[in-house]
């Protein structure tokens, strides 16, 4: 007799769907919102690589004489800020000033009026804070690395 109201209750179907959504739903929000993380992380990276790439095609036509000076600070700004003169926000959430904690130039090391620049290569560190991959165990924060390099043509 004690059966009976069992093989009942386990004959019921009604309700599944809401037990399945119950257990797919949160499942299915940590994955979008992973990919919302990717996303936005992808995004920053895209604009750190357009603003250095910018910034070593501008100290590519510059006098050999102007890259590691004046060049290299007008780059620097255009790099960060998206703009010779340095103002505004910086085009990536986590930089601050100065901007030269976050873009280097790497290449040349040292210039002169008489010197071959050859290659200008500069490159610059990307911060990003994840939302939800903390949730899954990834860690909170990840600096990406972007480089790029450009054949110094000169004037």
């Known amino acids: 007799m004690t059966l009976r109201p069992l093989k009942a209750f386990l004959a019921q ?5 809401l037990v399945e959504a119950a257990l797919i739903i949160p499942v ?3 994955i979008i919102g992973g990919l919302m993380d990717f996303g936005l992380a992808y995004g920053e ?12 095609r501008y ?5 050999s004489g102007a890259v590691c000076t004046w060049g290299k600070t007008k780059a620097l700004n255009l ?16 930089w601050t000033a100065p901007i030269s904690n976050h873009v280097t130039l790497v290449t ?11 290659v200008i290569s500069m490159k610059a560190t990307v911060p990003y ?7 899954v165990g990834l860690p909170a924060s990840i ?3 972007v480089k790029h390099e450009e054949r110094w043509i000169g004037q």
């Open 108 to 118: 040349p090391t040292t210039c002169s009026s008489s010197t071959d620049v050859g």
């Open 59 to 63: 100290l590519s036509i510059l006098p």
């Open 45 to 56: 990276v895209l604009t750190a690589q357009k603003s250095l790439r910018d910034a070593t």
């Open 13 to 17: 179907d009604s309700g599944a769907s």
């Open 143 to 145: 600096n990406f690395e």
């Open 129 to 135: 804070t994840a939302i939800v991959w903390p949730m």
């Open 28 to 30: 299915f929000t940590i």
């Open 79 to 94: 790099a960060g800020y998206g703009n010779l003169a340095g103002t505004g926000s910086p085009v990536i959430k986590g």
